[in-house]
């Protein structure tokens, strides 16, 4: 499925009235007949709806959506905190009066049983939320009412997912079309419930689309673990080096490791500092090393993680520099330590590459603050990914994928209580592992984040919470139905 910008669902709206025969009062009336639907077949009559109104065609679609449901035998008001403002929004409101919609006085006067339709803020919202508006939001929050949302959660950016303070968190959103890059990272991801993708006729033809700025949002639900083949053996399932473990960080490597060999990796070798990695996991090749100087490429493996656990010295930083400089061509993974080490080494297309920063580290690479990064990561990953011809997995409450052909996929599953200590280490093992078992450095660093978060999702399933990077990288060993 694609996923579209704000600018970008504009463009297709502004396409669809100049050429297929909509006037902008008939756009909001597809987008009000759509959502109506949802909510009638998500609500009984029976139960009061209030919807929240505000400016523009938000406000406007809201005006339509009462109208309709108010037709098909609901109790339904509006609370119009602000008026439509606009010819259409102005319209969808004065056909709503004349079939028997009535105001809601105050925010205090909704049921205590309602259902709320949000059709204050649309995708365009910037700032914070108006004092009068966080006080209604409030009230619908300590309620607990159940809310439907127009597009996105009032107080949520549509490009970027950063939400105003006292946003409303969304039992369920309609968008149209086309979800939008805000339902799948930062607070958008959780704020806007599930998500229904409601056709209303403005889509882009294939032609048009190959000119389009899109997001992909794959099946997350059909990808699983490489299968090995009837004649396999330990290498043809994959071989993984894993660089690091620099006193007092042995535990990282290790957990890289456990994520690779539970990723289905046949061989696992470790090359450490810190003697803890001697201890524990039996199924791991180690060699330790007294420091990093002699470290080189074991001609067994087919990928090179290196970077959990390294530490930050100049020895860490001239190992890096001989992988890049000396080592024939061979496919790294860099992780943590490796990724702020990162412009003291880098050689761009020298190697293969597939990078695993979280924000943090992002910043450390690029130089830019990491509240830019959160608020245009988008931009900024596809950018750096282009740039350096790497492949980039853009760790955050909805981590992002990047190809460095221009591509970039969002990943729908997962839950915070991925965000532990060693989380991204088993899933930097876990990418290495689909690489060595010989699927394409996209399709790796992909499968492996859906795969890393579904695990997380399966846990809190079977009744896990506060889980350990172990427990993740253990559970991929059983079955989706355990």
Not at 220 to 242: C, F, N, S
């Amino acid at each position: 499925m694609k996923c579209l910008s704000v600018e970008e669902m504009r463009l297709c709206d502004e396409k669809a009235l100049k050429t297929k025969g909509f006037t902008p009062e008939l756009l909001m009336e597809q987008a009000a007949q759509a959502f109506a639907r949802l909510c009638m077949n998500r609500f009984d009559a029976c139960v009061p709806a209030v919807v929240l109104t505000g400016k523009g065609n938000n406000g406007g679609d809201g005006w339509a959506v009462a109208r309709i449901l108010k037709i098909h035998g609901y109790d339904v008001k509006v609370l119009e905190l602000f008026p439509p403002g606009t010819p259409e929004g102005n319209f969808h409101k004065q056909l709503a009066e004349k079939n028997a919609v009535k105001k809601c006085p105050s925010f205090s006067d909704i049921p205590p049983k309602a259902f709320i339709v949000d059709a204050v803020f649309g995708t365009g919202f910037q700032g914070e939320l108006p004092g009068d508006v966080k006080k209604c939001f409030n009230a619908v929050i300590e309620a607990g009412l159940t809310v439907a949302a127009l597009d996105i959660p009032s107080g949520v950016n549509g490009n970027t997912g950063r939400a105003a303070s006292g946003a409303l968190q969304a039992t369920l959103t309609g968008t149209f079309e086309y979800p939008k890059y805000a339902h799948f990272i930062n607070e958008g991801r959780f704020l806007k419930g599930e998500l229904h993708v409601l056709p209303i006729g403005v889509s882009a033809s294939p032609e048009e689309e190959k000119n389009m700025f899109f997001g992909n949002l794959p099946e997350a639900m059909t990808v699983a673990l490489p299968v090995p083949a009837d004649d396999a053996h330990k290498y043809t399932r994959g071989a993984v080096q894993i660089i690091g473990g620099a006193p007092p960080y042995g535990g990282a490597p290790l957990l890289a490791a456990r994520g690779a060999l539970r990723a289905g990796a046949g061989y696992v070798c470790v090359d450490a500092l810190d003697g803890n990695v001697l201890s524990g996991m039996p199924e791991i090749v180690r060699v330790l090393h007294a420091d990093w100087e002699n470290v080189s490429v074991n001609p067994k493996c087919r990928i090179v993680l290196a970077g959990p656990g390294m530490g930050r010295d100049e020895k860490a930083a001239g190992c890096l520099q001989r992988l890049f400089r000396e080592e024939e061509a061979c496919r790294l993974v860099l992780d943590a330590d490796a990724l702020f080490l990162f412009n003291d080494y880098f050689v761009k297309g020298r190697h293969e590459v597939i990078m695993t920063p979280h924000w943090g580290e992002f910043s450390a690479m690029t130089g830019v603050p990491v509240e830019k990064i959160q608020r245009e990561m988008i931009f900024l990953g596809r950018a750096f990914a282009r740039e350096n011809g790497v492949v980039l997995v853009l760790k955050s409450p909805g981590t992002v994928v990047f190809y460095p052909d221009g591509r970039f996929y969002f990943n729908p599953v997962g839950n915070s209580y991925l965000s532990t200590l060693g989380s991204g280490d088993v899933l930097a093992g876990m990418i290495a592992a689909l690489w060595a078992a010989g699927w394409s450095a996209e399709e790796a660093a992909l499968k492996g984040v859906i795969l890393h978060s579904r695990a997380g999702d399966r846990l809190v399933k079977n009744g896990k919470v506060n889980f350990t990077a172990t427990e993740i990288a253990d559970i991929l060993s059983t079955s989706d139905s355990e």
